[in-house]
């Protein structure tokens, strides 16, 4: 006989699981005892449950095998459910395991039960409490294998007399994958074709569901003679060498993405469910394929909706479509791309700020001469091995990776692009780091999502994960300030009382340095990345860098210019 606690963990360690993350306690208390029995797995605690999902929801993403941690009764299943709802939207494959009270006191408000079953109904495709042994390894089986149909989460609940309860030792655990390629409606491909042939010029926008097809991408780019504007998620294996592509649309974007937009007489979405329909073209038509018929038509309307997998998809295009001679299009969206690249590269130069247009730029929004932010990640980009996985919290992080940093050679990157959390790029760059402790792995975090979770540095120090942390610390909520002054406010409640960052780091036991001039910058960040484990570089950046999204209308410089007015009677009212 073995145990149900036994047979999950045995289960999960055959299926390549080989990190479960969580805060030990009470009804969990004969899994976490079976994996620290199990060979093949090794348990890391975290200081909060948040931080244990989305360590194993960036681990999923990763490596496609499923992630794992754990929460136990109530307030420790609770906990999991931001990083659980993180990975849901980024549809990653975990599995969390959370406690219940003994299953004799299940619906009789026992200290510290919750309805796990009905709390995680939105965010789980499959959720069940076990009630007896015999239900498993049935229930097993049916989690581990929804989280990978969806991909998504599954909640399996143990009640505190559950896990230790015995089961046949012989009992096997079967999980099957089976890889599926949807082939795209033949009739929908001669549909867009026709449209594509017809329309002069060509716009794609790609996302993450085509980055396996990247060849075939690239020569359907070169036969529309079309610029490709790549979602965030799609600089992985798409940024890299290909001449067609022009960065990002959105409020991390450029103004070469709009341009290619708004001139296009048609726009091919392939791969991707962009979620901001604000940003895309206004009665263009569009043909759009996605292997998932829910997200047809779901963020602007199309002409032809195409469901199937990318690469089939593409690859039937080609098959059928004729090329485009002129590339007007496409040579003045690249044009404009590089020249807008040359204006922020400058902004990376140590003595930009010193310069006739720095002097003039300065006095507006960089009037104490602090760090630029775009220095910063230039740095790190130029610095960072060309295997690092990258990792970024929500907000102006993003904004400065996305803009400085490339996924060149088999750099990954995580970040919450879906449910945009804050705090998410410490924890999962734990998980990433745990998979592989001799591989880079650069964490961009704000303050403000750093100091969210920041006992999670004494995670990263008691299991040995080497993260580097770079922080940029402009004492605000970014992104935050960026949307009041934008919608003509004030900046308000965006301020961040922050301690020495590294000084608090260095405090916990990890190495640590403070970067407060730009002359020094650059010897911090060759430091840091060579550092042996850890490393913590509090970097303090221009707080009134201004990142204006590429489409801003005159209602919002307008905005900007009144935000100013009012963040200015308010400061000399507050001397005064």
């Known amino acids: 006989m073995t145990t149900v606690a036994e047979q999950i963990v045995t289960a999960l360690a055959d299926l390549g699981v080989r990190t479960v993350w969580g805060v030990v306690g009470d009804a969990l208390n004969p899994v976490t005892d079976a994996i620290r029995r199990q060979e093949r797995i090794e348990w890391i605690g975290t200081r909060h449950e948040e931080a244990a999902a989305f360590a194993a929801s960036a681990q999923a993403q990763l490596t496609g095998t499923i992630?794992?941690?754990?929460?136990?009764?109530?307030?420790?299943?609770?906990?999991?459910?931001?990083?659980?709802?993180?990975?849901?939207?980024?549809?990653?494959?975990?599995?969390?395991?959370?406690?219940?009270?003994?299953?004799?006191?299940?619906?009789?408000?026992?200290?510290?039960?919750?309805?796990?079953?009905?709390?995680?109904?939105?965010?789980a495709a499959?959720?069940?409490?076990?009630?007896?042994?015999?239900?498993?390894?049935?229930?097993?089986?049916q989690a581990v294998q929804i989280a990978y149909a969806k991909p998504g989460v599954s909640v399996l609940t143990l009640?505190?007399?559950?896990?230790?309860?015995?089961?046949?030792?012989?009992?096997?655990?079967?999980?099957?994958?089976?890889?599926?390629?949807?082939?795209?409606?033949?009739?929908?491909?001669?549909?867009?074709?026709?449209?594509?042939?017809?329309?002069?010029t060509v716009t794609m926008l790609v996302g993450a569901g085509a980055r396996d097809c990247r060849e075939a991408l690239l020569e359907l780019a070169d036969r529309l003679a079309a610029p490709m504007v790549l979602t965030l998620k799609a600089k992985e294996g798409l940024e890299d060498g290909n001449v067609f592509q022009i960065g990002q649309s959105g409020l991390i974007g450029n103004p070469a993405t709009r341009e290619a937009f708004e001139t296009a007489d048609a726009l091919l979405m392939i791969g991707t469910d962009f979620p901001y329909p604000e940003w895309l073209p206004d009665k263009t038509p569009t043909?759009?394929?996605?292997?998932?018929?829910?997200?047809?038509?779901?963020?602007?309307?199309?002409?032809?909706?195409?469901?199937?997998?990318?690469?089939?998809?593409?690859?039937?295009?080609?098959?059928?479509?004729?090329?485009?001679q002129d590339r007007t299009h496409l040579e003045r969206a690249r044009s404009d791309y590089e020249d807008w690249q040359n204006r922020q590269h400058r902004l990376t130069e140590p003595d930009f700020d010193h310069g006739l247009v720095g002097k003039v730029r300065s006095r507006l929004d960089n009037s104490e001469a602090k760090i630029r932010p775009e220095a910063l990640a230039t740095l790190v980009d130029t610095h960072a091995a060309d295997d690092t996985?990258?990792?970024?919290?929500?907000?102006?992080?993003?904004?400065?990776?996305?803009?400085?940093?490339?996924?060149?050679?088999?750099?990954?990157?995580?970040?919450?692009?879906?449910?945009?959390?804050?705090?998410?790029?410490?924890?999962?760059?734990?998980?990433?780091?745990?998979?592989?402790?001799?591989?880079?792995?650069?964490?961009?975090?704000?303050?403000?999502?750093?100091?969210?979770?920041?006992?999670?540095?004494?995670?990263?120090?008691?299991?040995?994960?080497?993260?580097?942390?770079v922080v940029f610390d402009n004492g605000r909520l970014g992104m935050v300030k960026l949307e009041q002054e934008q919608g003509g406010l004030p900046e308000f409640g965006t301020g961040?009382?922050?301690p020495d960052l590294a000084a608090v780091a260095a405090a916990m036991g990890m190495?640590?340095?403070?970067?407060?001039?730009?002359?020094?910058?650059?010897?911090?960040?060759?430091?840091?990345?060579?550092?042996?484990?850890?490393?913590?570089?509090?970097?303090?950046?221009?707080?009134?860098?201004?990142?204006?999204?590429?489409?801003?209308?005159?209602?919002?410089?307008?905005g900007f210019a009144i935000a100013k007015l009012k963040e200015g009677i308010v400061s000399r009212g507050a001397k005064s």
């Open 159 to 200: 009640p505190g007399d559950i896990g230790s309860a015995a089961v046949a030792k012989d009992s096997v655990v079967h999980i099957t994958r089976v890889p599926a390629h949807l082939t795209p409606d033949d009739g929908e491909i001669t549909r867009a074709v026709r449209l594509l042939d017809d329309a002069k």
């Open 496 to 498: 961040l009382a922050n």
């Open 126 to 141: 499959f959720r069940h409490t076990v009630t007896a042994a015999s239900q498993m390894p049935r229930v097993l089986e």
């Open 511 to 558: 190495q640590a340095a403070r970067v407060t001039e730009p002359e020094h910058l650059e010897a911090a960040v060759i430091t840091a990345l060579a550092a042996p484990g850890p490393y913590l570089l509090d970097v303090v950046t221009n707080p009134e860098e201004i990142a204006l999204p590429p489409k801003t209308g005159v209602d919002q410089a307008w």
């Open 389 to 469: 996985v990258f990792t970024t919290d929500t907000g102006m992080s993003t904004v400065w990776l996305a803009r400085c940093v490339t996924m060149r050679g088999t750099r990954r990157l995580i970040g919450s692009f879906n449910l945009g959390s804050m705090a998410n790029a410490l924890p999962q760059a734990l998980g990433a780091a745990a998979l592989d402790r001799g591989r880079p792995v650069v964490a961009f975090c704000g303050d403000g999502g750093l100091t969210m979770l920041l006992g999670e540095l004494l995670t990263a120090l008691a299991h040995g994960l080497p993260v580097k942390l």
């Open 287 to 324: 043909v759009q394929i996605d292997v998932h018929a829910d997200h047809i038509g779901r963020r602007t309307p199309v002409d032809v909706g195409i469901v199937g997998d990318a690469g089939l998809s593409v690859t039937a295009l080609l098959k059928r479509l004729r090329g485009k």
């Open 67 to 123: 992630g794992v941690c754990m929460g136990t009764v109530g307030p420790g299943a609770l906990h999991l459910l931001n990083g659980l709802y993180d990975a849901k939207k980024s549809h990653a494959p975990v599995l969390a395991i959370c406690g219940q009270v003994p299953s004799a006191e299940l619906g009789a408000d026992y200290f510290q039960e919750v309805d796990n079953d009905a709390v995680f109904r939105d965010v």
